[in-house]
């Protein structure tokens, strides 16, 4: 069993369920252990990695572990690919378990555990895995539209942070007629509309639907030439932009703009000089499509290119 220091400030993912359900149960698991209310906050990927890591003590999820991150009295749950070894940190990692199980299982070990929360924890591994012959799969998908119809704090509230509240929420039934009706019809749209930002990047207009379930099909069909394809969204007054692909490319991508996620799952903000979708896409071009100059010679193959030149001169 993990030691746990206490910590000054509970660290989560913004953007998604898993970061969610991570989050709220190290906030429940530090209460337990520590007594009182942890202060929790949660960021997206961009505003992450500029954060200052000021505290002495703290616990971390669902974000994947760095150096910077391998801090003594810092204690890091999470499921992303990770170089880093961890030298002071503790660190609670597996790249085959969502963040939310990680979590869930330290709150096991200190009887933290029910049979509700077994099942949220479940729905949540399934969706955040993308678990697809799971027979839940549908439902954990309404679960986590959740998070991106009502955003991380409008639902933190309407449950007032009691997890348990989200099982079977009412919410759930606007979720499950979105999938059935909108996202058929979002899909057959977003066929028709993608546009190339660069030989292997393609841009997918979304109108309606679960944008993820929608992208999914495109990339599981074929239906693009494209390895990555890209989302954009508006939220609290910045351009979003979501990558998606099937064999690890994504990432790579995402990184390009300072963002982060899973190989075939990842995101970024786009900088503020982005205003619009369009601009944006024009953003993302440009970024994709910048040429490299070709590598100079160095000494010796200047010296052999000019022997060879004056030979055939």
Partial sequence: MLTLPKPEVILTHESDLDGFVAGLLLQRLAEKIHGGRVPL?????????QRDLRERAAWVTDFTFESRLDKPDWLVVDHHVTETVAQKARLHHDVNKSAGLLCYELCCQHGLGS?????LVQLNNVADLFLESDPDFDLAGDYASLVKAYSFWTLHTLIGGELEKLLDHPLLEVMAVKRRIEDPIGLEWSKRNV???????GFVENLIGNTNQVV???LESKATPYA??????RRSNAIFASFRSRNGEALKVAEKFQGGGHANAAGAILPKSVRTIQDGVDFLRQALNVQREPPALNTLESLF???EIGKNG
């Fill in 115 to 119: 049979p509700t929360l077994d099942r």
């Fill in 216 to 218: 999914h099909q495109l």
């Fill in 305 to 307: 290119s000019s022997i």
């Fill in 228 to 233: 990555v394809l890209v989302t954009l969204f």
């Fill in 195 to 201: 546009a190339a930002l660069s030989p292997t990047v």
């Fill in 41 to 49: 906050q949660a960021y997206h990927y961009n505003f992450w990695k």
